[in-house]
């Protein structure tokens, strides 16, 4: 990565340049040059998701308002607005915790499947066999995200980052350090 380059953080912090942050393997004499998280807009579908169901609630509430006794319907409606909460709650997790981190030393792709399930693949510079970026659909051109997969030598996982802003200057980065 460029020298020229600093520090710079992206709205929500999706695309971080040289963050002053540690993480559990990293090496002492490693530095973090890149922390990538899904762009912002590419979560629109959960929260539009979580909206209409916070909607719909409302809508049964009007609805079956004089059907249901009072007692039903707080019942109700407490564990409907713990479920959507849950549901946004999660959500969030999944997009702040995945992350993907570029070191002077590897690439590392964090991924919380669910809240107690924690996947990490990472590889080393030299392991690289090739990076591919893929930017789908008309908002993803639009707002300059794409998913980016790095292809590594021998049995070590492929790394992959899901719609990360900038794909294109990632795998610039990426490709410079690798050489």
């Known amino acids: 990565m460029e020298d020229s380059k600093q520090k710079q953080h992206n709205i929500f912090h999706s695309y971080c340049i040289k963050p002053n942050i540690r993480f559990e393997s990293q090496q002492e004499d490693e530095e973090v040059l890149l922390v990538l998280r899904p762009h912002p807009i590419s979560q629109i579908p959960w929260i539009i998701n979580g909206l209409i169901l916070f909607v719909l609630l409302i809508l049964v509430d009007i609805i079956f308002f004089n059907s249901l006794t009072l007692s039903q319907f707080i019942v109700i409606n407490a564990l409907s607005i713990s479920f959507i909460v849950a549901f946004f709650w999660f959500n969030f997790l999944a997009y702040f915790f995945n992350v993907g981190i570029v070191t002077t030393h590897r ?56 719609s990360v802003p ?14």
């Open 107 to 162: 690439i590392v792709d964090v991924n919380y499947n669910t809240v107690f399930y924690k996947d990490v693949a990472e590889t080393i510079y030299s392991k690289i066999e090739d990076i591919s970026t893929k930017s789908p659909g008309i908002l993803a051109s639009f707002f300059d995200y794409g998913d980016i997969y790095i292809q590594t030598a021998g049995s070590n996982m492929n790394v992959r980052f899901e």
């Open 166 to 179: 900038k794909p294109v200057e990632v795998t610039k980065t990426i490709t410079n350090l690798s050489d």
